[in-house]
């Protein structure tokens, strides 16, 4: 079946310190690949995708991430954490490409703590 | 331009009951899609709507059924309501054509009791 899995429930950083938050997948085909971040009773915000093309993508807020074939990964990084970026942070595989179905599958979702 | 809005923002029910929940998409958006979020877990698919018909359906039981309107906006209808039905409701909106990212509203808070 078409997943994915984010390995670690808790990421704890330092402020200023480099940030990863980790998902691989699996999937049949061409994967495509999303990030969101999901503050305290809030919906889910979009980061940034993989669709084709280069495997470093940049998205929203300093984030960007690396698509990874061979290692079927694609994680989510910024180079300088902030307070500001704890919150819960979900990677999402799109089940289907057929025209006209969207479906999206997600990870079980990272929490983020930054500690000033 | 407005975004992905949902009403009511919470909503206590008893179990039994019935509910409706709504949305309307982002400005320019055709597709919607809906998810339901349990307490610390990832968002699960429920169904998606294009063309006011359901094209995809997630492993939800027929008591949880949709609509779509001409304008876009959508339904989600829940009968017979659980205990398990508790959680956050989130609806999303996206363009069948792409980009495919879906944007995501700030969802329903739906407690039964």
């Known amino acids: 079946a078409q997943s994915v899995a984010q390995p670690e429930d808790q990421v704890n950083v330092a402020e200023g310190n480099p940030l990863t938050v980790k998902c691989t997948y699996s999937v049949s085909g061409n994967p495509y690949l999303f990030w969101y971040v999901q503050y305290p009773n809030r919906g889910l915000q979009f980061l940034l995708k993989?669709?084709?093309?280069?495997?470093l993508v940049k998205g929203s807020y300093g984030f960007e991430a690396e698509f990874n074939k061979s290692q079927t990964s694609f994680h989510l990084k910024k180079p300088s954490a902030l307070v500001s970026d704890s919150a819960l942070y979900f990677c999402?595989?799109?089940?289907?490409?057929?025209?006209?179905?969207?479906?999206?599958?997600f990870g079980k979702g990272n929490q983020v703590v930054v500690i000033p | 331009d407005a975004g992905v809005t949902q009403s009511p923002t919470h909503l206590i029910k008893t179990r039994g009951q019935q509910v409706t929940l709504r949305c309307s998409p982002k400005?320019?958006?055709?597709?919607v899609s809906w998810y339901q979020q349990a307490l610390g877990q990832g968002p699960q698919f429920i169904f998606q709507y294009y063309e006011e018909e359901e094209r995809q359906r997630g492993n939800f039981p027929d008591r949880f059924s949709g609509h779509q309107f001409p304008n876009y906006s959508s339904e989600l209808n829940v009968n017979a309501l659980l205990l398990g039905d508790s959680a956050l409701y989130l609806c999303a909106s996206s363009l069948v054509d792409g980009p495919y990212e879906q944007y995501f509203g700030p969802g329903t808070r739906l407690t039964v009791t």
């Open positions: 400005s320019g958006h055709d597709t």
């Open positions: 999402a595989v799109r089940l289907s490409l057929t025209y006209g179905n969207n479906r999206l599958a």
């Open positions: 993989y669709i084709t093309g280069d495997n």
